[in-house]
Nanobody, 119 residues
Framework: QVQLVESGGGLVQPGGSLRLSCAAS????????MGWYRQAPGKQRDLVAA???????NYADSVKGRFIISRDNGKNTVYLQMNSLKPEDTAVYYC?????????????WGPGSQVTVSA
């Protein structure tokens, strides 16, 4: 069974920074892409950033230049460094991983971490 455990959410003032972490545990061969999504109240869940196993990254336009996604393949962990945070970044942030098994790839989600940007 695969689990994704998130940490690092919280309350921060506008202009501040937070770092989210998400570690995958369990029995599997490896992980393809890992990413972060967010969902604000009343809105759909949208991609924030993603990174392939080779390190290629992809960002939503709204966070380009402010957020940095990275991963440690040895620790099966993905990070999201969030800088210059704005109130509109307030949302529940979910990590996501495409996990490889013998004959298949399955997508797993973390439980979500609340990020609130407010003065």
């Amino acid at each position: 069974q695969v689990q994704l455990v998130e940490s690092g959410g919280g309350l921060v003032q506008p202009g501040g920074s937070l770092r989210l972490s998400c570690a995958a545990s369990g029995s599997f061969f490896g992980i393809n892409a890992m990413g972060w999504y967010r969902q604000a109240p009343g809105k759909q869940r949208d991609l924030v950033a993603a990174v392939t196993s080779g390190g290629t990254t992809n960002y939503a336009d709204s966070v380009k230049g402010r957020f940095i996604i990275s991963r440690d393949n040895g620790k099966n962990t993905v990070y999201l460094q969030m800088n210059s945070l704005k109130p509109e970044d307030t949302a529940v942030y979910y990590c996501n991983a495409d996990v490889r098994f013998t004959y298949t790839v399955r997508t797993y989600w973390g439980p979500g971490s609340q990020v609130t940007v407010s003065a």
